[in-house]
């Protein structure tokens, strides 16, 4: 069973950047692993992911250019670096793994708690 624990949400000004932990409690290189978010009153929605073994990513439009995915120097982390935030990306994130190679949003099979993320001037 593998546990995911988000951290480093916060409050963070419009223009400003933050960065996002997922830490494991295994190693997660064989794992796909995706960042969620979920808006209040809203469903939670697919940010990004990166690909198992690597370092191939995939964002959604709405975050491509400002958000970056990466793998930590040690294989139980990844980071989600959040860099010109917006007004409408506070929601809580989440990181999810899936036991597969490919980056995709479903089928995810592990999910930590999530970590919020507020934006205000």
């Known amino acids: 069973q593998l546990q995911l624990v988000e951290s480093g949400g916060g409050l963070v000004q419009p223009g400003g950047s933050l960065k996002l932990s997922c830490s494991a409690s295994?190693?997660?290189?064989?794992?796909?692993i995706a960042w969620f978010r979920q808006a209040p009153g809203q469903e939670r929605v697919a940010v990004g992911c990166?690909?198992?073994?690597?370092?191939?990513?995939n964002y959604v439009k709405s975050v491509k250019g400002r958000f970056t995915i990466f793998r930590g120097n040690t294989s139980d982390i990844v980071y989600l670096q959040m860099n010109n935030v917006i007004l409408e990306d506070t929601a809580r994130y989440y990181c999810?793994?899936?036991?597969?190679?490919?980056?995709?949003?479903?089928?995810?099979?592990?999910w930590g708690v999530g970590t919020q993320v507020t934006v205000s001037s």
């Open positions: 295994n190693e997660i290189h064989y794992y796909a």
């Open positions: 990166v690909a198992a073994h690597g370092d191939r990513t």
């Open positions: 999810a793994a899936r036991a597969s190679t490919e980056c995709k949003f479903d089928d995810m099979d592990y």
